[in-house]
């Protein structure tokens, strides 16, 4: 609808996932598809995430240390796919991650995320429901926001407010054997998923 009503100029897809965006592409000038590799591959140099100047992430968890979690729930359950989560992250000029300070009776701002998905070097800003944490080694975002008179605050403080909202969790209890494995992208390993022990009564 925005490129309909002139609001962008092109609208690039990798996938779509409705019958109404795949008309578009065939009907809408303006519209256009790609390939994954023209997309995110990290051996293509002209990727489309190494083009970007912003991009707006959620998260399950973010860390103090930035790290994201974007594929396993805080029960180490897998919930989905992480899809260009960390390629985008890593390949913008400044990545938003917005999420609320909990969910449920859950802390999404914690001390250490279940799974990094997306490292917390690749992760600029946290805006949450209770304020906005800047990345420490973004000091030119921080005064850009100082600047602009937008507060912010240690993501360490947004940490402790969650805890004083719900609590800390318990620590997770893993079997040692791995179900999942994330790879980063220059195909080092980035973190493991292990099989939760089950509940005992």
């Known amino acids: 609808e925005l490129l309909k009503k002139g609001k962008v100029g092109k609208v690039i897809d990798v996938q779509d996932f409705d019958l109404e965006a795949v008309n578009s592409i065939h009907q809408t000038p303006g519209h256009y598809e790609m390939s994954a590799s023209q997309y995110a591959n990290p051996a293509n140099k002209g990727a489309f995430v190494n083009k970007l100047d912003f991009v707006v992430l959620a998260a399950l968890e973010i860390d103090t240390g930035f790290n994201v979690n974007v594929l396993t729930g805080s029960d180490g359950v897998l919930r989905g796919a992480p899809g260009g ?28 995320v279940v799974t990094v998905t997306t490292p917390g070097d ?55 054997k791995v179900v999942a494995v994330l790879e980063a992208r220059d195909g080092t390993i980035l973190d493991v998923v292990r099989k939760i022990k089950p509940l005992e009564l």
Request: charged residues 25%.
């Open 122 to 176: 690749c992760v600029d800003v946290l805006v949450t429901d209770y304020g906005i944490a800047v990345n420490p080694l973004r000091p030119d975002l921080i005064e850009c926001l100082d600047k602009a008179g937008i507060p912010h605050v240690s993501i360490e403080s947004l940490k402790e407010k969650a805890y004083s909202l719900v609590g800390r969790p318990d620590d997770l209890q893993w079997e040692d």
């Open 85 to 112: 989560h960390p390629d985008t992250a890593a390949g913008s000029k400044v990545c938003v991650i917005v999420t609320p300070l909990t969910r449920g009776r859950m802390a999404t701002v914690c001390e250490k």
